[in-house]
């Protein structure tokens, strides 16, 4: 880890150069210990089509937006805490190589890298960061991931049903259970997963069943569980324990991001 870079001036200065990009569009980002590690432009797989975002990796959240002008204004920014990420590496497709997903428990998605090196790269950085965020809070890494969405034009049919066929009249929807494409017939029920969102969302016939048969299993449990023993009030003698904007930022001359050297992503040490 780079945690000799935490309080530093060139530390402070990379991560206000971040800050200037988003503007008023993006929330404060310097905090204490925080260092930012590496960044790097990543094709994100989206819902219409595979795009371009910029990432950022710090020693505790990954930040990523939409480029308006490289290294001179980005937007749209998202930040996903380090200590709920868990990474599987994909295989290539004929469209995207160098693949990864980046898998957390309100949003699952697909990226690629322009290398082979600059994935395992990515990896192994975030993979270190990982590991130390979760030994220093003693959490288990996370277990439960949202579905990533499958993209649009993976199917022309709707994926429960297989009859509906998508045009510009009949609409593409998504399940937030499974990701799958469907269609509206396949997707009327909404369902509340307050892991996700605090609104009921659209999920698809077959995951509505599942998660109403899961309801009733754990509302069964639940009615089966014993009362619990009657507790007793701790002792209050003396020897108790005690426990313990829109305008775009230039990019300051003095701090050089990226190389000739460096094709895509460069990493801080």
């Known amino acids: 880890m780079v945690d000799h870079l935490a309080n530093t001036e060139i530390n402070s200065q990379r991560i206000a150069a971040v ?6 569009s993006g929330q404060p980002l310097a905090v204490p210990g925080r260092v930012l590690l590496g960044e790097g432009i990543l094709t994100k797989e989206c819902r219409k089509k595979p795009k371009p975002r910029i990432f950022f990796l710090f020693n505790d959240i990954l930040v990523y937006g939409s480029i308006v002008i490289n290294k001179r204004k980005y937007n749209s920014q998202h930040i996903i ?5 868990t990474l599987e590496t994909l295989p290539d497709t004929l469209q995207m190589k ?9 949003k699952s998605f697909v990226v690629s890298a322009a290398s082979l090196t600059e994935r395992k790269e990515w990896i192994s950085h975030l993979e270190e960061c990982i590991r130390h965020l979760l030994s ?13 969405w499958i993209p649009d034009k993976a199917t022309d049919i709707c994926m429960r049903c297989t009859q509906t066929k998508f045009s510009t009249l009949t609409r593409r929807h998504h399940c937030r259970k499974c990701g799958f494409v469907v269609c509206a017939d396949c997707s009327r029920q909404r ?7 605090p ?6 016939s ?3 069943r599942q998660l109403l048969a899961d309801e009733k299993k754990e509302a069964e449990a639940e009615r089966r569980r014993p009362e619990p023993a009657p507790g007793y009030e701790p002792s209050s003698g003396d020897d108790s324990d005690k426990s313990d904007d829109d305008k775009a930022e230039q990019w ?10 460096v094709s895509w992503s460069s990493f801080h040490s």
């Not at 800050?19 to 008023?24: H, S």
């Not at 220093?136 to 996370?142: A, E, L």
């Open 191 to 197: 369902f509340l997963m307050p892991r996700l969102s």
């Open 136 to 148: 220093k809070t003693g959490r288990q890494p996370s277990r439960e991931h949202a579905a990533p």
């Open 252 to 261: 300051p001359a003095d701090t050089e991001f990226y190389t000739s050297e």
């Open 81 to 85: 805490p380090l200590e709920d990420v």
């Open 19 to 24: 800050e200037n990009c988003f503007g008023a």
């Open 199 to 204: 609104k009921p969302l659209r999920v698809c």
């Open 98 to 106: 160098n693949r990864w997903m980046i898998k957390t428990s309100k």
């Open 206 to 208: 077959l995951c509505y």
